[in-house]
């Protein structure tokens, strides 16, 4: 009976020492911040786009699913926009917008409401999978919004994307 007494002892160390690693990693690894999910909002910008806008500007970023051409439009206070890849055909487009769609586009970027419709405001959740993401930089912060069904874009968001896509080249065009 001494024998199996004698390994005992270092037996039980063994599993206590085993179980105090496994303990130290497991904590090890959660005290790290979790990964954030997938957000399409943080992965649409590519490096060169701009990451922050003046008063009265807006870059828009849209998306079609995680592997269709990313739509860049740079929209400057006077109104003048330029385009990258604007219709899926990787052709850089410029304009500028008509004075009436300056002035509106200037009333809702300047509404105080917008602040409230922000990605940070709304605890923005991407909800669908290969939907149409779009993402509106302006001067208060970013706003994401997802074509899909039954999801309801944020009611000045919503205007400005409307005024941005029909006022420039939407429409993927032939070659």
Request: proline share 9%.
């Amino acid at each position: 009976m001494s024998r199996p007494s004698r390994l005992l002892g270092p037996l039980l160390g063994v599993l206590l020492s085993t179980a105090l690693t496994g303990c130290t990693l497991v904590n090890a690894s959660t005290d790290e911040p979790a990964p954030a999910p997938s957000d399409p909002a943080s992965a649409l910008p590519e490096p060169g786009a701009p990451t922050t806008v003046g008063d009265g500007q807006v870059s828009l970023f849209q998306k079609l699913g995680a592997y269709g051409p990313l739509r860049t439009l740079q929209v400057e206070k006077n109104g003048t926009w330029k385009c990258l890849d604007c219709a899926g055909d990787g052709v850089t487009s410029t304009g500028g917008f008509a004075p009436e769609q300056v002035s509106r586009l200037q009333q809702l970027l300047a509404d105080p409401g917008l602040a409230a419709e922000t990605d940070q405001a709304r605890h923005y959740r991407s909800t669908c999978i290969d939907a149409l993401t779009s993402s509106l930089l302006t001067a208060v912060g970013s706003i994401t919004t997802e074509d899909c069904p039954g999801v309801e874009a944020p009611p000045i968001a919503g205007e400005v994307l409307l005024l941005l896509t029909q006022a420039t080249p939407a429409e993927l065009t032939e070659q």
